[in-house]
């Protein structure tokens, strides 16, 4: 354990609940479960930056399952607005209701809010997180005049997939600045390998060939393809093959079709994958 592991401790009444509560795997890359904790206890937000289906969402359900907080997560998109993320006036029943939005929520409850690949919403949406993440600390609700003070319990986490941007979609420096900052990538091979080990229950041997897949398919990227082949793909092909799926049909619903469309690209990448399984069969159970 290092250094900063040692630094990190839950209080006892997190800990026993935690306990309690199924908490979703995840294979620790360094130290952002550390890091993790600390931003938690000191009430300070947190980016995570890294490529698709690496891991950001599943670390996040662990660390709040682990901590005892109730996550509420929001997939970030163009037509987000601040009424979505706060909430809005709701008329049923002949009068107008106060309906609370997922970040008003998660204040109150003292919970974990997850904005998921936060460079999508709309920059002026962007802007109503400021408050809440400098050291005032608190939400202003402009159409009920309420101002919420966040308790201690409750953390501001946002996300996004660096190779999204652009000069059209990026966090203003304004916005950026504000939070602490770890970034995520693709595991390395021996952890891959657990982790598909783990996810799917297959054997070393398996998990092997389709991350050496992974990591020749990743040296493509930019060239002939968009974005690389995720870990979490790599568990959806584990899935399927340890389900009874042929293992060159596995490879090819999960990880060549869902990366391109061009038909030249896909016969290329399913050569790959044929080199890998000469025979297309091989054990799916764990050693």
């Known amino acids: 354990m290092n250094d900063l592991s040692h630094q990190v401790f839950l209080s006892s009444a997190a800990a026993q609940t935690s306990a309690a509560v199924e908490i979703p795997y995840y294979q620790p890359v360094g130290n952002e479960c550390a890091l993790f904790e600390l931003a938690y206890q000191r009430q300070l937000p947190l980016l995570i930056k890294g490529p698709t289906g690496c891991g950001k969402t599943r670390f996040v359900a662990h660390m709040a399952a ?3 907080r109730p996550l509420i997560t929001v997939a970030c998109h163009d037509d987000l ?7 809005r006036h709701l008329i049923g029943d002949g009068e107008t209701l106060w309906s609370d939005g997922p970040l ?11 904005l998921d690949e936060i460079v999508e919403a709309r920059k002026d949406t962007t802007v109503v997180l400021h408050p809440l993440t400098d050291d005032r600390r608190i939400l202003p609700i402009e159409r009920t005049g309420e101002e919420l003070a966040a308790p201690k319990e409750f ?15 990026n966090l203003k ?3 950026r600045q ?9 595991p390395n091979a021996e952890l891959e390998q657990s982790i598909l080990m783990k996810e799917a229950g297959i ?7 389709l991350v050496d897949i992974a990591q020749r398919f990743r040296q493509l ?6 974005e690389a082949a995720s870990t979490r793909l790599l568990v959806y092909a584990a899935n399927l093959i340890a389900a009874g799926c042929p293992v060159i049909e596995a490879c090819a619903a999960a990880l060549v079709e869902p990366l391109t469309d061009d038909l030249d690209t896909i016969t290329a990448l399913m050569e790959v994958v044929k080199l890998h399984f000469d025979s297309g069969k091989l054990s799916s159970k764990t050693p």
């Not at 953390?155 to 979609?169: A, D, I, T």
């Not at 504000?178 to 693709?186: E, G, N, V």
């Not at 054997?203 to 060939?209: G, N, S, V």
């Open 203 to 209: 054997d070393l041997t398996l998990a092997t060939r």
């Open 178 to 186: 504000r939070f602490l900052a770890i970034q995520f990538d693709y």
């Open 155 to 169: 953390m501001l986490v946002v996300s996004y997939n660096p190779g999204y941007q652009n000069l059209l979609k």
């Open 66 to 68: 682990k901590l005892a």
């Open 221 to 226: 990227k930019q060239h002939d393809l968009d």
């Open 173 to 175: 420096p304004s916005t």
């Open 104 to 114: 008003t929520r998660a204040v109150r409850q003292g919970g974990i809010c997850y």
């Open 81 to 87: 607005t601040a009424a979505d993320l706060v909430g």
